[in-house]
């Protein structure tokens, strides 16, 4: 099984989202229909685009990637989505071939 590690922002791109699951198609509609609690960061801030992702092999790797880029600046995030999306445009992973 695979894991996800994934980036979204809102359509104003100035917030980021880290987060980690082994289904992306699965969260990115989760987000995307703001389920889950009320209130939490990604439907406060619209936070549904997704422009970066990783893919890991086991969940404790996915889990200290995730933790490592939540601990980043947000410049070093932006160089790293610059990396595989230079122009931030929203990533349909069915049909993305990077």
Not at 20 to 34: A, F, M, P, S
Not at 36 to 62: H, M, W
Request: net charge positive.
């Amino acid at each position: 099984m695979s894991f996800f590690i994934y980036i979204l922002t809102n359509p104003a791109r100035t917030v980021l989202y880290i987060g980690v699951t082994n289904d992306l198609e699965r969260r990115l509609y989760e987000h995307g229909q703001g389920l889950g609690e009320a209130g939490k960061f990604t439907g406060r801030y619209q936070c549904n685009l997704l422009i970066y992702f990783e893919i890991s092999p086991d969940a404790v790797q996915a889990i200290a990637r995730e933790k490592q880029l939540k601990n980043w600046s947000r410049a070093k995030k932006e160089w790293l989505i610059g990396t595989l999306n230079p122009n931030w445009e929203p990533i349909d992973p069915r049909t993305w071939n990077g």
